[in-house]
């Protein structure tokens, strides 16, 4: 089967940013653009294509990353062609791009952070009335981690307070001094009516009721003196990325468009800049010059070998193995992201880095060892889907019924293993309880958690041994209020849920010694195990490091892994308040054996001993997870707000005007934050509005480490 689009013809694009910046409106408007909905789903009447799931829809915000194909050829070439001449170009220049449309909300980052992994650029949206907001940040350094290129939309310029000017500078100051203005709008506010080419020096004007006629122009004269100069600006920025193009500039010759539009494009690609465009998705401005951007600056997956090369490991060997983008390789996919859909089962989200895959043939799980049957592979468009017989480097979609793989598995060839780098998410923060009410809920309740955690990397399922109860783990109340909802919904599941809980760790300030012996003499064989081991605290977020100093055979090489799970399983159990104990290094240097009586479980009572009696000694402390805040509140409530802030042990870190609204940046300890909502809307009659990250873990003062342990018990 001949493949219609060469690679060079492929974007593998997300659209990011924070909540409620309109990315899902700017999706929609793709979709419609490029023929694929006939008509214009909108987020706020809980009609949008990619939001399709009814918790999406009931709330307006996106949850699960929605994926789909859709086709392109730059409106630029098009405009006052005739039908014959559209289809000329359209052979040449269509392009094929998959949509990943991310969450905003913090609690969801797993779907960000998994998309972004097999993503070849970005389309970062940003509200043209707040510019630069604390997940913005976020989606951001996430995006950096995994050297995805990006273009800018600055959106919503047709809203009151709207400011195309202060919204590019807070993209300079707070991510990024590579940021271009490749567009300028024409107007603001209720006045926003095209956007001005800054390269071509020519206004473009939208008209027809979904902006779908595009009408060249002169710049506006009011507005030519800018352009002048944001185009002096860009074209400095570009030539002094080619030295070739420098030395003409130099000379004071004319560098010519399509010159500047390619080597702005190898920078984009090299993330060395970053093209911003502007418009108003929702009064259908701007959409289709920003989808041109997409395909002049953002990469195939041709281009991005070179700063993303598709690197994995030998499962045999562990040598690195490089796999370039073609057909011809042997197939290398990773799988993204697990979905349960209640008419066809498992759907296993991929992406194919090179080679083909067919359905009917068997591929390789190489994290998990074993072959896997590819019965039916799917094309997705947000929630219905196209069977295909096959697809090849550079698709996107989805296989149905595979039956042991999960996120991050790499799926290859069975006579050419490889394994591709896995996909790290973060720890859960919030915890709670969850009982079922009646015998047939148990049973449900027990498959129900298994898919939710297939599905979601930052959802965890623990047991508290002392008391049977069942506690989940997730990112944030809004996480695990939504993964309850779809218990009910989704596998009737009834259940009595308990208060959320914060996840505390335990950890030591200083260093010690100990030993730990382990005798028992009764009839017959004994029992004996004895380490000496030191501790020392590690640098925050490095968890857990075992050194093996061992030297003669003083204890036998098969007693050491004995010794080191006992040492897991203490730290697991905490010393202060049974919290996990993390960011300890310990180092096993000496200690005895009895060569009748030593047992794999005399070492590892041992092993448990040492660390308990070590940590005791090395000035053990609590551990809280600390929230990055952003409040968003008019004038009049500004102070009631600080002052609950700092109520909260809340640290101010930074305050702000945005138009009329005052920002505050703050740190506070997740434990002072449930129910904040709520107390935000009374406190500012419901004008008030927050977001909140996890940020890392810090000390928890004496007097309050005190309640907790008292808790506890």
């Not at 281009?303 to 490991?313: A, L, V």
């Not at 969850?434 to 979601?456: C, F, H, S």
């Not at 977020?541 to 050491?560: A, L, Y």
């Amino acid at each position: 089967m001949a493949k219609r689009y060469p690679l060079e013809r492929y974007r593998n694009i997300g659209i990011i940013a924070h909540i409620d910046a309109g990315k899902t409106t700017v999706s929609e408007r793709i979709l419609f653009y490029t023929g694929i909905s006939h008509k214009i789903g909108e987020v706020h009447e809980g009609a949008a294509t990619m939001d399709w799931m009814e918790q999406e829809r009931e709330r307006g915000i996106t949850i699960t990353s929605a994926a789909t194909t859709c086709f392109w050829t730059p409106a630029r070439l098009l405009y006052g062609a005739d039908d014959a001449t559209k289809a000329k170009v359209r052979e040449t220049h269509e392009h094929r791009i998959n949509i990943i449309d991310t969450p905003g909300h913090v609690d969801f980052t797993a779907e960000v952070e998994r998309s972004l992994r097999v993503l070849d650029g970005g389309v970062t949206v940003f509200d043209g009335v707040a510019g630069v907001e604390p997940q913005s940040e976020t989606v951001w350094r996430q995006a950096d981690k995994y050297k995805v290129p990006r273009i800018c939309f600055i959106n919503k310029l047709d809203r009151m307070g709207a400011s195309f000017d202060k919204s590019f500078d807070s993209i300079i100051e707070r991510l990024t001094p590579h940021a271009v203005a490749v567009q300028l709008p024409i107007g603001l506010e209720e006045h926003f009516s095209g956007v001005v080419d800054v390269l071509e020096k020519k206004a473009y004007l939208f008209s027809g009721e979904h902006g779908e006629i595009i009408t060249e122009a002169e710049v506006p004269a009011d507005m030519v003196a800018d352009v002048e100069k944001h185009r002096a600006t860009l074209v400095e920025k570009i030539v002094e990325k080619n030295e070739a193009l420098m030395e003409r500039y130099l000379a004071g010759e004319e560098v010519s468009v399509d010159d500047l539009r390619a080597t702005l494009r190898t920078a984009t690609i090299a993330n060395e800049l970053i093209p911003v465009f502007c418009g108003s998705a929702l009064r259908n401005k701007g959409t289709q010059l920003m989808l041109d951007g997409v395909i002049d600056y953002l990469p195939s997956p041709l281009d991005i070998t070179d700063s993303k090369p598709i690197k994995g490991t030998d499962p045999k060997t562990g040598a690195e193995i490089i796999r370039t983008p073609s057909d011809e390789e042997p197939l290398t996919a990773l799988a993204f992201k697990i979905a349960t859909d209640p008419f066809v089962g498992n759907l296993a989200y991929f992406r194919i880095y090179s080679g083909v895959m067919k359905k009917g043939t068997y591929v390789m799980n190489s994290t998990k060892g074993s072959q896997e049957r590819v019965g039916r592979i799917v094309r997705i468009h947000a929630n219905h889907r196209e069977d295909v017989e096959e697809m090849s480097t550079g698709d996107l979609g989805a296989i149905v019924g595979l039956k042991a793989t999960t996120t991050g598995d790499t799926l290859c060839d069975p006579e050419n293993p490889i394994i591709l780098e896995k996909i790290t998410f973060p720890e859960p923060v919030i915890n709670l309880k969850i009982e079922p009410k009646t015998k047939v809920d148990q049973e449900k309740l027990g498959m129900a958690l298994r898919r939710l955690a297939d599905e979601d990397p930052t959802f965890r399922v623990t047991g508290d041994s002392d008391t049977g109860e069942t506690i989940i783990w997730g990112m944030g109340e809004l996480h695990l209020e939504i993964l309850v909802d779809r218990m009910k919904r989704e596998f009737g599941v009834e259940a009595t849920i308990g208060r959320p809980r914060v996840s505390y760790k335990e950890t030591i300030m200083g260093s010690a010694d100990a030993e730990g012996k382990y005798i028992r003499q009764s009839g017959g064989r004994g029992q004996y195990g004895h380490a000496k081991i030191k501790i020392k605290p590690l640098e925050r977020g490095k968890g857990f490091s075992f050194v093996n100093q061992i030297k003669g055979g003083v204890i036998p090489q098969e007693f050491i892994n004995p010794i080191e799970k006992g040492i897991k399983e203490a730290l697991d159990r905490g010393i202060v308040a049974g919290y996990p104990m993390v960011d300890v290094e310990v180092t096993l240097y000496d200690g005895s054996y009895h060569e009748v009586d030593s047992s794999e479980a005399a070492f590892k009572i041992a092993g448990s001993l040492a660390l308990q009696e070590a940590a005791k000694a090395a000035k053990p402390v609590l551990l809280e997870p600390i929230m990055k805040m952003q409040v968003t509140v008019p004038q009049e409530f500004f102070g009631d707000v600080t002052g609950d802030v700092n109520s909260k042990r809340g640290r101010i870190e930074g305050m702000n005007d945005r138009g009329a609204l005052k920002v505050v940046d703050a740190k506070v300890p997740l434990s002072e934050m449930f129910g904040y909502a709520t107390k935000l809307r009374s406190i500012t009659q419901g004008r008030g509005s927050f977001t909140m990250e996890f940020d890392h873990y810090e000390e928890v003062p004496k007097n309050v480490e005190a309640q907790i342990v008292e808790g506890r018990k």
